[in-house]
């Protein structure tokens, strides 16, 4: 029997037993539109309610700060153009964010700019962790806001967000974070963080695809971006994915209370990195300590990533390169370029993104596995053969 390894979670997560048994009942019996006036209505209504107010718990903010989206990217969309527009009103016309940023934010931004705002791209260190100081230099009286993601998605680096936001705040700038990937990995105090907006994804943290949040500080009255009936205090038009509301409020709820078992992930993660990493050739992209907990992204020389992402999938382990929205594409990893990684080197690189449920088998398997795939695909590499044949000269 051939093993099974799913090390992708970065890229979407299965959903859990317990989610899918939270949504069950509200397809089948609480199917009602929270929108009617009877007791169908009234009875999925309350479960509206409720799984706000779950959430609000969880995240230490107010019920009616909480705003359902269908995703991460409609989220990062809403709170990027609906803070732009919003401020423009006041002759703001600036955009500041990171170069390291997920395309639903990275592309969000080129729009706008063909609206007219400028953007400023600004740079993070050779970890991927952006500089303050730089971001302390961007902005300016023309800046409307400042959007950091708190947690990277291809190399697990995690932002300085509460600094970044007071940066944002001494200059009367409105603070967005993508928390996608931050959420279940990262405690997270809506009422200390300090930032007016938040994003984040129901399906990275094992609610299902198509569900996302947006948290919305009281008084940011941000332009909508879907015009329609009365739902979410008539900032969100739509009527409710009540199913999928319910699970993510589960989702969180659990997600949140396993934050403390994240340490043995860690120590999985560690003992891959570490024994990966005595690959000759080879090197950690991103941070040692400011690192996700599941996150794994390692760079190997003279071979490519789609090569050896080919060979672990026949083996059963399923990777990635980076992001799973660019892997279709030939480019090279916007995010292994910003922290310097060449060309050549960011086409070798392999993100592992394990989970709570990842065992240390399956590390154990994933240790057995890689190595022998990266010295069969180095041994057809014309590149390996001519460092080779230059270290025999040497000796
Ligand atoms: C996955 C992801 C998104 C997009 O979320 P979707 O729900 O898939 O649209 C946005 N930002 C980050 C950092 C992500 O990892």
Redesign the pocket.
């Known amino acids: 029997m051939s093993r099974f390894v799913y090390a992708d979670n970065?890229a979407t997560t299965p959903v859990s037993e317990e989610v899918m048994e939270a949504m069950r009942p509200v397809f089948l019996e609480a199917w009602g539109n929270p929108s009617s006036q009877h007791t169908k209505g009234y009875e999925a209504k309350e479960l509206l309610d409720d799984s706000r107010a779950r959430i609000a718990r969880v995240f230490n903010c107010r019920p009616d700060e909480i705003y359902f989206t269908s995703?991460?990217?409609?989220s990062?969309n809403w709170a990027i153009k609906g803070a732009a527009h919003l401020m423009r009103k006041k002759g703001r016309d600036h955009i500041v964010t990171t170069k390291i940023e997920?395309h639903?934010v990275l592309h969000t931004c080129a729009a706008l700019e063909k609206e007219g705002f400028r953007v400023t791209y600004v740079d993070v260190d050779s970890e991927g962790i952006l500089s303050l100081d730089a971001l302390r230099d961007a902005v300016t009286e023309k800046t409307a806001l400042v959007a950091v993601?708190y947690a990277n998605?291809e190399i697990g680096t995690v932002q300085p967000v509460a600094e970044a936001a007071k940066i944002a705040h001494e200059k009367g700038v409105l603070m967005f974070t993508?928390a996608?990937?931050a959420v279940g990995n990262i405690k997270i105090d809506l009422s200390t963080l300090g930032v007016d907006m938040l994003a984040l994804?129901g399906?990275?943290i094992h609610a299902p695809?198509g569900i996302?949040m947006l948290y919305i500080k009281k008084g940011v009255r941000l332009e909508n971006l879907i015009d329609g009936g009365g739902q979410e205090k008539r900032r969100r038009g739509g009527t409710e994915n009540l199913p999928y509301i319910v699970g993510l409020a589960r989702a969180l709820e659990i997600a949140d209370a396993r934050i403390p078992e994240l340490e043995l992930v860690r120590q999985r993660r560690d003992r891959l990195i570490s024994e990966l990493t005595k690959i000759p050739y080879s090197k950690l992209n991103g941070s040692q300590t400011q690192r996700l907990a599941g996150n794994a992204n390692i760079g190997f020389e003279f071979v490519e990533g789609e090569s050896i992402l080919m060979w672990l999938d026949m083996a059963g382990i399923c990777a990635s390169t980076g992001s799973a929205c660019s892997s279709n594409s030939l480019d090279a990893s916007h995010v292994l370029l910003a922290i310097g990684v060449p060309h050549e080197k960011a086409h070798g690189s392999i993100r592992f993104s394990i989970s709570h449920e990842t065992t240390d088998e399956d590390i154990d398997y994933i240790l057995e596995t890689l190595p022998p795939i990266i010295e069969r695909l180095r041994a057809l590499s014309p590149l390996w053969e001519d460092l080779n044949k230059k270290k025999q000269k040497e000796d």
């Open positions: 970065a995703c991460g990217t409609e990062d997920h639903a993601m998605n993508d996608v990937q994804s399906h990275k695809k996302g």
